[in-house]
């Protein structure tokens, strides 16, 4: 069975700093993009972050740039998205998921509907 497993989620302050992890299971990341997706109560599901295991290739959203970095393991079939500054707007379920990577834009993959995979989703809450 293909699954997406996300974890490392939790409470933190302002300014600290969490590291989410999505692992897969029954397929390897070989050719796919992994995205990294938040929703907030009240709000769309909101893309923040891709990684092509291809090539490397990485995507952040503006609001997150210079304070997340998103990390490919091939070899672990794994996906860490490392936050650092985090800030009460971080707060959201985090999910992550995978698309062959021929399917997505680069250049903007944050359409939900490209990916065909998801985990479960981890929460972050980021306290004032």
């Known amino acids: 069975e293909v699954q997406l497993q996300a974890s490392g989620g939790g409470l933190v302050q302002t300014g600290g700093s969490l590291r989410l992890s999505c692992t897969a299971s029954?397929?390897?990341?070989?050719?796919?993009?992994v995205g990294w997706f938040r929703q907030a109560p009240g709000k769309e599901r909101e893309g923040v972050a891709c990684?092509?295991?291809?090539?490397?290739?990485?995507y952040y959203t503006d609001s997150i740039k210079d304070r997340f970095i998103i990390i490919k393991e091939k070899d672990k079939s794994a996906v860490y998205l490392q936050m650092y500054s985090l800030k009460p707007e971080d707060t959201a379920v985090y999910y992550c998921?995978?698309?062959?990577?021929?399917?997505?834009?680069?250049?903007?993959?944050?359409?939900?509907?490209?990916?065909?995979?998801w985990g479960q989703g981890t929460q972050v809450t980021v306290s004032s």
């Open positions: 029954g397929f390897t990341f070989d050719d796919y993009a």
């Open positions: 998921a995978a698309a062959p990577v021929r399917r997505i834009n680069m250049m903007m993959p944050t359409t939900a509907g490209a990916y065909d995979t």
């Open positions: 990684v092509s295991m291809s090539d490397g290739t990485t």
